[in-house]
């Protein structure tokens, strides 16, 4: 039973197709990392999965809970750490899991502090444990790195692997950094096109190369810039 | 402390110029025809009386305003459609100036109690309501997908992310109304005010007593003060969270 | 600016600056407007006002008339005190008032002896005699005659303010308010209070002429010091007119409806019935008593300021020199 299973998917903005009859798996404690150049579509297919934008057609199926980070934090200003993390927890069983997680991302010690007494890397992992509260199969990160310098970037990486190993939830993580995707991912996708298809997938430690994603990328962003310059 | 120099300095200047006489006692009442005319209004408890009918006015007539702009606000803010319809007939009503209501609500509501907090109402409504409508636009749309993505229904949406996220603009907007409801209290009072600081100051005007003008004055700019003192208290204990969030 | 033209833009300042200081230096030694007031209670003013008898003679030295129209002596007391107008017509009452709260003004001439105010309620009204008014809702302009007339009513049958709920509204809006039920009485003033008899057949509930106090016509101490030319041309002018509207009622009838736009028959009760111009316009000693009578209950109620020497006030009040110089000559 895979913790998420997508098929045809079309979405358009207008006159702008997005995807056109896009398929794609996720096995359960799979994750996949997924690359693209800007624009190429690979936020919207996160925001489908999430709930936050409706396709115009196909099916997306997923199971359990799905738990999503964005590029910022998107606290609530008006509650603490604490009460932000515990947020969406609806069963005594999901309240239980707050202090649990909090230890996990390693915000224990500043559960009573508002969102704007934390450090972008704080606020951040914060809403991880936010994410992690109802125990999701699934975990969606839209660039959650995006935001910090390089070196809270590179903790951040390393908390996260080491949540993904213990909570062995699936993930989907969003990014335009090859790193992030040959450190936290099994599979990686590079999206690109118009509509956006995949145009490369690897296993990490096998066919998916630092040199092969680049590649790839480097590719789809000349193949980009080439038809923008056509289209004009 | 720096704040009480001015007040201090003018004080000063005031009673100066009436004990050298620059001023004269029918033009401008001394500081201490002032006071005494102040220890004399409470020695007989009118003072409390006016200052009470006074401030009983203000609380009705914002209360009223609270609850209007709240539920005008909300629909409004809430949709585009509505919007449409009712927020250009509000805002050239709130265009009108206190005073030219006078009349207005003379005719219409005669010269009671009602028609005295009718007219404050209409000063607090359009800050709390202006501000209500520009706090719920400003909502960030980011917050509230959250709240999707955690499966929240329409109207938790509201409860748990709409309200504390509009919470800020509705306290401004609030202290605001607060002020202007005294602005139209003064306006109310001088409206065939039986009691009242208003009715204190047109009493004095009506006699040619320039010290009760001057009471009157007076305790209009603390009570207005200590109003808005009190709602930037409240607001500090209620959104306290605002300034500077990594949202 | 080139140097050229910016000592040029000094030197069409520093003249603007000059010549706008020069008037002042001309008013200390003439004046060139003088403020009257006019009143639908003073009808002489009406009548100065028609005529144009005032602007003719000031004429000759320069001065201009500004007309101001007063709504009842608390207007009237006001714009003197503010010096907005130099000469204001109010009851003796309430110029005594003034007096006593500091405002340094002196009653120069009287217009008229009017019974112009009395305690009005409405045609159906249950209210038969003054303890009836206990508890009641009656209107009444703070600090005119019609406010003293109503208290000083009250207090022969024990009643103070207190007793009853007094709602300050102007003149004309006492009346409204009365025959709309929004009071139960009001403490009238004519013309209105002609008017509302006429028209709405109001009744009058309590009369009393010794409690009217004359209609006064005041100016203030500094003025009658400093231009007393004017004062004389004025108070000339102004006898002028009263011995006018004695002689003439019917006209000054139709001077008073088409100013105030009531009707005529309104007018004519007014003047006809209640309005009489005894004497020569001086302040007499009949004046003087009118005015000892309120001085006791000011000082009962506590209407002045509680430095206020009423005594003094009172004595003080009437300047009669001005007048005797004038209609000596």
């Known amino acids: 039973m895979s913790a998420a299973r997508i098929r045809g998917l079309r979405k358009a903005y207008g006159a702008h197709l997005v995807f056109d009859g896009l398929d794609l798996d996720v096995a359960r404690g799979e994750r996949i990392a997924i690359l693209g150049a800007s624009g190429c579509g690979k936020s919207t297919l996160l925001r489908c999965i999430a709930g936050l934008e409706r396709p115009d057609a196909g099916t997306i199926a997923t199971t359990g809970e799905v738990g999503v980070v964005f590029q910022e934090p998107r606290l609530f200003p008006w509650l603490d750490v604490r009460r932000n993390v515990a947020f969406p927890a609806r069963t005594a069983a999901e309240r239980a899991r707050v202090d649990g997680v909090l230890g996990l991302v390693g915000l224990a010690h500043a559960a009573q502090r508002l969102p704007k007494q934390l450090s972008g890397g704080m606020a951040q992992r914060a809403a991880l444990a936010r994410a992690l509260v109802r125990d999701p ?13 390089a070196l809270r970037r590179i903790e951040l990486r390393a908390a996260v692997r080491e949540i993904l190993e213990f909570t062995r939830a699936s993930a989907i993580l969003v990014t335009h950094d090859v790193e992030d995707a040959l450190a936290l991912a099994d599979r990686v996708l590079v999206l690109a096109g118009a509509p956006a298809d995949i145009a490369f997938e690897g296993t990490v430690g096998d066919g998916a190369t630092r040199a092969a994603i680049l590649d790839a990328l480097g590719v789809a962003e000349y193949e980009g810039r080439a038809r923008r310059a056509t289209s004009r | 402390m720096a704040r009480f120099a001015l007040p201090l300095a003018l004080f000063v200047g005031w009673w100066l110029a009436t004990a050298r006489g620059w001023v004269k006692s029918y033009q401008f009442a001394s500081p201490r025809d002032v006071l005494a005319e102040l220890a004399n209004l409470a020695a007989t408890g009118a003072l409390w009386h006016d200052i009470g009918a006074s401030v009983a006015r203000v609380f009705a007539g914002f209360a009223i305003a609270l609850a209007l702009a709240i539920v005008l606000g909300a629909l409004v803010g809430g949709s585009r459609a509505v919007e449409r319809v009712l927020d250009p007939t509000l805002q050239a009503i709130r265009a009108v100036p206190s005073l030219a209501w006078v009349p207005l609500i003379l005719l219409w509501l005669g010269i009671g109690e009602t028609a005295k907090i009718t007219l404050v109402a209409i000063g607090a409504f359009f800050p709390i309501y202006v501000a209500l409508v520009a706090g719920i636009r400003g909502v960030d749309r980011k917050l509230v997908e959250v709240g999707t993505t955690f499966g929240l229904s ?9 309200v504390p996220a509009t919470l800020p603009q509705l306290l401004v907007g609030a202290r605001i109304g607060l002020t202007q409801a005294w602005l139209f209290l003064v306006a109310a009072e001088l409206l065939a005010a039986t009691n009242g600081i208003g009715f204190l100051l047109t009493d004095g005007e009506q006699t040619t007593r320039t010290d009760e003008i001057l009471v009157a004055i007076l305790l209009f700019a603390v009570c207005g003060k200590l109003s808005e003192s009190g709602m930037r208290w409240l607001e500090r204990r209620l959104v306290g969270w605002t300034d500077t969030v990594p949202v | 600016m080139t140097p050229f033209s910016r000592s040029r833009f000094l030197g069409l300042a520093a003249g603007a600056t000059l010549i706008g200081a020069l008037p002042r230096v001309a008013r200390a030694a003439g004046v060139d407007r003088v403020g009257v007031d006019y009143a ?25 008339v500004d007309w101001v129209l007063s709504l009842g002596s608390n207007k009237a007391n006001q714009f003197v005190q503010a010096g907005t107008i130099a000469f204001g017509s109010t009851a003796g009452s309430a110029a005594f008032l003034a007096r006593a709260n500091g405002v340094p003004l002196r009653t120069v001439f009287l217009y008229s002896r009017p019974e112009w105010t009395a305690l009005v309620v409405g045609k159906d009204s249950p209210l038969k005699t003054l303890r009836d008014l206990k508890g009641k809702k009656i209107a009444a302009t703070r600090g ?6 109503l208290l000083r009513s009250l207090a022969t049958v024990g009643l103070t303010q207190g007793d009853v709920e007094v709602v300050d ?5 006492g009346r409204v308010a009365l025959e709309r039920g929004q009071v139960d009485a009001w403490a009238g003033l004519d013309p209105h209070m002609a008017a509302s008899q006429l028209e709405a057949g109001s009744r009058l509930l309590y009369r009393n002429v010794a409690f009217n106090t004359y209609g006064a016509l005041n100016a203030r101490e500094d003025f009658l010091a400093q231009h007393p030319d004017v004062v004389t041309i004025v108070l000339q002018q102004y006898e002028r007119a009263r011995q006018y509207a004695a002689t003439h009622v019917d006209e000054t009838a139709g001077l008073l409806a088409d100013a105030s736009h009531l009707d005529r028959k309104v007018a004519e009760l007014q003047l006809r019935e ?9 302040p007499d000693r009949d004046f003087q008593s009118a005015i000892g009578g309120v001085v006791s209950f ?14 003094v006030s009172a004595t003080t009040l009437a300047d009669t020199a001005p007048a005797t110089l004038a209609l000596r000559g």
């Open chain 3, 40 to 64: 639908y209670y003073n009808p002489p003013s009406l009548v100065l006002k028609s005529k144009g008898w005032l602007e003719e003679t000031l004429a000759k030295r320069g001065t201009s």
């Open chain 3, 169 to 173: 509204l102007q003149h004309p809006d």
């Open chain 3, 298 to 311: 000011v000082r009962s109620e506590k209407l002045a300021r509680p430095d206020a020497d009423l005594e």
């Open chain 1, 137 to 149: 199969q699934l975990l969606l990160l839209d660039e959650p790195f995006a935001a910090l310098d």
């Open chain 3, 144 to 149: 005119t005659d019609p406010w003293f007339f």
């Open chain 2, 154 to 162: 329409r109207a938790a949406l509201i409860a748990r992310v709409l």
């Open chain 3, 274 to 282: 209640r309005t009489t111009y005894p004497g020569n316009g001086v």
